[in-house]
Every structure is written in structure tokens, then in C-alpha cells.
């Protein structure tokens, strides 16, 4: 039976009889899929690289631009995303959402099997990849009604945890699947590289044929039986609490459709006042934080007037907003996820644009475009970073089970500072050097302590929003607090890519460090004061 009208988890007999098995059903379905929306959201990381590799005729400062569009349009479906729940059951909401992911991956398969696609058609699909990034919200929302208040952190940690190795996985089969020709004549036909290439076990010389658009078919190979299993292996959680009032599936499925749409529509504004400059050459510019924040208000905004039972039940839902913790938290995982998927989304294209070209001065000029025959191949070492992240999040919810989430995010903020400022200065060195090289394994190590420290980091908010909300409200906040953390997944990357076009990357580094020793003041007044409202929760 899809719904459950009975479900009372803090019950440790309705628990250990019934609920146990029904809850991990749900979360090992739930997993897989948000591994896949992981992937698709982020695959213009890798595909960017790939492109360059192959020579398509686009400007490195337009390749980043794909990933920030793609993150720009995945942090803003989550605002919907977070209260699809409460309308529409988990399993309505996972099943359409995972087979919503069908269209951008079939659309980037085909699309890169010619060099002569318009960019904006380039531009199009990393908007649709955003339907990946939205996911999120929706599916921690989802798995957070399943299990009791004291497995939070481990339930929440491993949903999370495993579904951003979705990072990760494509990082390493994307490589991989592009060395052959996995689909035959279906497939479309090969190209030839022009630059050195690479997977997980070494360099791929130029000239070799390479498969790019096998980067977004692969995934079709896995969304098909995933959307089976949710649409067969969930459940509707029909408690006051979760999803009182569903409708028919159909019924869902269209109201999904119009909040998805709404926020499609305040992403696409978003970025038409910010993108025409730098992208176009023309037009006015607004400065990016400020169209974030009117993006995010214009979302809110839109979703909240609509008529009829989602304006009601997004009215209620809204409360959320009035809870002061709301805001702190959102500025507090910012740090932790949204540093994890800003670096992730970056990490292989500014190891290919630092290592992978020489910078050598000609005519007292600083020349960045020369190859370099010893650069570290991106793609042998663009999986790390999410792998770490991704791969300790469970821990980081373990210890703050344990120890208390506050202290264990206020170790962790202090560590990503030291890193992070210890890779501002590699990449300074390396951006500067005619042998960027040398600086490479220290630039790594200390690139992936950094990740290693936003994966404890995100296991330990999700147990301090866990303990700070009462139980209606944590899903609900959940989903928030990932929307606005998921923007990381469009800034990191947009200061990225302008401090590179400035020649100054090391300079966006230096920023963020800063931003940290902030939330690292807000923490310690609100959750590490004792006589503060909470302590360490």
C-alpha cells in the first residue's frame, strides 16, 4: 500500500513492528535517486572540461557560466522543493521529480554530439539540469518524516552523504563512459581530441576519439528503473504532521509542474540580469547578490499567491520564515553545502584553467593560454574533492549525534578557514609560474581537507536543525535552509570564473574565507553560548 495513515516513529513499538522496515525502504529508494539528481545537476563540471579538451569554440569564462546557471536554477527549484512534500506524498514527489531528470540528460546527449550547437542551447540544458538540484530539498524534507528524532542525524547524513556521491559517481563514469562507444550507431559517432584528456586511471593523449556525449545518455541507463522502483517501493506519509490532503497522483504531478515552472521563471529573470554582460557583451548588469536576493524573494513571493489549496498549505508551511533560527541556520549551511557544491561544481574546471595551461610572460604581457604538457589531467582528479565530502557526511552526523552539532560545525568552520587560505596561496603561485605543477599536490591536499571539513560540517547543521525545530517544521526547514545553500552551487563558481578572467583567482578564495570567520561569530552567539536559547543542540 502506497499511503500510511499511521505513523508514529517516536513510538518505539509502532517503531521496532512496523516502522523500521517501512523507513529504510524509503530511504534506500530515496539514495540512489538523489545520487542521480546530484549527477545531473553538477555534470557541466566535468562536460565543461571535456569541451575545452575537444575544442568547442566557446570562451573558458562562458564554460563557467554553464555551471552557474545550472546552479543558480537548481538552488531556486528547491524553495518549491521543499514544500512539495506536504502537498503531494513522497512518492508522488520522488517518482516525478527523478523522471523529470530524463529530459535534461537525453537533451545533453544530444546536443554535444556537434561542436556547432548554439550556446544557448548549451545554455537551455544546464537550465533544465537544475531540476537535479532541486531534488534535494524535496528528498531530505521526505526521509526527515521517517525516522525518530535520535536517528536524525545518521538518516539524514546518509541520505545526503550518498546521494552527493551523485557528485562523485559522475565525476568518475562521465570519464570513463566517454572512452567508448557504450551505445553503438544509437549512439552518434565519435570525436577527436585536441587537447590531453583523462579518466580515473590516467592521461588520454590528443588525437584519441572520445565519446562526450555519452556524458548525458549514461544516465538515462539508471533513471528508468529508479523512477520504477519509487513509483512501486514508496510510500505517501497521510498524517496531519507530513501529507494530510493529497490528491490524485496526476493532480501532483501538475501542481509540481506549476511551482517548478514559477521558480524556472524567476531564475530565468534572475539571470537575464545578470548573465547579458558578461555572456553577451551587452546590455545592463546587476551585481550578483543583489539578483540572488531578488530571485529568492520573487520565488517566495510568486509561490505564495497562488490560489487555491497550494497558497493555503504554502501560507502554513511559511511559518517557518518567522523563526528567527530559520535564518541562521540557512547562513550557517550556506558555509558548510554551499561550499561543498560550489567547489565540487568548479573543482575539475579551475584544475584544467591553473595546471593545464602555462602563464608565462610575453611582451610584458601575462600569457594564460599556452598548454601545459605537465599539467595534472582535471578529470583523473576532479572525483576526490566530492568523494571526501560526500563520503564523511555520515560521520559528521555520527559525532554531532554524539558531541552536539554546534561545536562539532564550529571545528569544522575554523579548519576551512585554514585551508581554504592555504589554496589561495598555491593558486596564487601556480597561476603566476611558468611550471603551475609544481604547486599541484599542495593545492590538492589542502583543496580536499577543505571538502573533508564541509562534509562533517553538513552532517552536523542537519542535527542542530533537527534538535532547534519542532518536528512539522524540520522538513520544511530542511528544504529552505539546502535552497539557499544550494546558490553556493552558482556563486562559487561565478567569482571563479570572473577572479579567473581577472587573472586574480586566489582572490575568491580570500573571500569566502572570510564569509567563514562570519558564521563562525554567528554560531558561537546563538548555538555555543550557554545562556543562549540553545547550547550545542
Known amino acids: 500500500m502506497s499511503d500510511l495513515h499511521k505513523w508514529d516513529v517516536e513510538d518505539e513499538q509502532f517503531w521496532e513492528s512496523e516502522g523500521k522496515k517501512i523507513a529504510h525502504r524509503n530511504l534506500w529508494i530515496s539514495i540512489p535517486s538523489l545520487l542521480n539528481g546530484f549527477a545531473v545537476w553538477l555534470y557541466w563540471g566535468i562536460i565543461t572540461v571535456q569541451m575545452l579538451n575537444l575544442g568547442f569554440p566557446y570562451e573558458k569564462s562562458q564554460l563557467f557560466t554553464l555551471m552557474a546557471i545550472a546552479g543558480l536554477t537548481g538552488a531556486t527549484l528547491r524553495i518549491p522543493s521543499s514544500f512539495f512534500i506536504r502537498l503531494c506524498g513522497g512518492r508522488n514527489t520522488i517518482f516525478f521529480t527523478t523522471a523529470l531528470l530524463m529530459i535534461p540528460a537525453l537533451g545533453a546527449g544530444i546536443a554535444l554530439q556537434d561542436k556547432n ?3 544557448w542551447v548549451f545554455q537551455i540544458l544546464a537550465l533544465l539540469s537544475g531540476f537535479g538540484g532541486g531534488n534535494f530539498a ?5 526521509i526527515s518524516f521517517f525516522f525518530p528524532k535520535k536517528m536524525q542525524g545518521l538518516a539524514l547524513g546518509l541520505n545526503a552523504g550518498f546521494g552527493n556521491f551523485g557528485v562523485t559517481t559522475m565525476q568518475i563514469l562521465i570519464p570513463l563512459s566517454m572512452t567508448f562507444g557504450l551505445f553503438g550507431a544509437m549512439g552518434g559517432e565519435s570525436m577527436v581530441l585536441e587537447a590531453t584528456s583523462g579518466t580515473l586511471i590516467g592521461k588520454i593523449p590528443a588525437g584519441t576519439e572520445t565519446y562526450i556525449q555519452n556524458a548525458g545518455f549514461i544516465w538515462l541507463l539508471f533513471l528508468v528503473p529508479l523512477a520504477f522502483f519509487g513509483w512501486f517501493g514508496m510510500n505517501n506519509i497521510r498524517t496531519q504532521q507530513v501529507s494530510p490532503d493529497i490528491r490524485y497522483p496526476l493532480v501532483s504531478f501538475g501542481m509540481i509542474s506549476f511551482m517548478l515552472l514559477i521558480s524556472f521563471l524567476s531564475a ?14 551587452s546590455g545592463f548588469y546587476v551585481p550578483k547578490e543583489i539578483a540572488l536576493f531578488i530571485v529568492i524573494a520573487l520565488t517566495v513571493s510568486l509561490l505564495k499567491i497562488i490560489p487555491g489549496k497550494i497558497g493555503e498549505s504554502l501560507g502554513h508551511q511559511y511559518q517557518i520564515f518567522d523563526n528567527k533560527h530559520t535564518w541562521v541556520m540557512s547562513i550557517i549551511y550556506t558555509m558548510t553545502f554551499g561550499s561543498f557544491i560550489g567547489f565540487a561544481a568548479c573543482f575539475p574546471l579551475a584544475i584544467k584553467v591553473i595546471f593545464g595551461y602555462q602563464h608565462i610572460l610575453i611582451d610584458g604581457v601575462m600569457n594564460h593560454d599556452i598548454p601545459n604538457a605537465n599539467g595534472p589531467s582535471a578529470l583523473m582528479y ?13 560521520v559528521g552526523g555520527l559525532i554531532a549525534d554524539k558531541f552536539g552539532g554546534a561545536w562539532v560545525t564550529h571545528i569544522c568552520s575554523f579548519v576551512m578557514i585554514l585551508s581554504v587560505m592555504g589554496v589561495a596561496y598555491y593558486m596564487k603561485s601556480a597561476y603566476n609560474s611558468a611550471t603551475p605543477e609544481e604547486y599541484f599536490t599542495p593545492f590538492l591536499i589542502l583543496f580536499l581537507i577543505l571538502f573533508a571539513a564541509t562534509g562533517i560540517g553538513n552532517g ?5 536543525i533537527a534538535m ?22 552558482f556563486y562559487i563558481p561565478k567569482v571563479f570564473g570572473e577572479q579567473i578572467k581577472a587573472t586574480t583567482p586566489e582572490l575568491a578564495l580570500i573571500g569566502f574565507a572570510a564569509f567563514y570567520i562570519v558564521c563562525i561569530m554567528i554560531n558561537w552567539w546563538f548555538y555555543l553560548r550557554k545562556e543562549g536559547e540553545f547550547y550545542n543542540p
Do not use: H
Open 138 to 142: 524535496s528528498s531530505m524534507s521526505n
Open 268 to 281: 530565468i529573470f534572475g539571470l537575464w540580469l545578470m548573465l547579458p554582460e558578461a555572456v553577451y557583451g
Open 468 to 489: 532547534v525545530f519542532p518536528k512539522e517544521q524540520v522538513g520544511p526547514v530542511l528544504g529552505w535552509t539546502s535552497a539557499v545553500a544550494a546558490y553556493g552551487a
Open 117 to 119: 550547437t548554439p550556446f
Open 460 to 464: 552536523s547543521t542537519f542535527r542542530t
Open 382 to 394: 576532479a572525483w576526490t574533492g566530492a568523494f571526501i565530502g560526500a563520503l564523511i557526511r555520515p
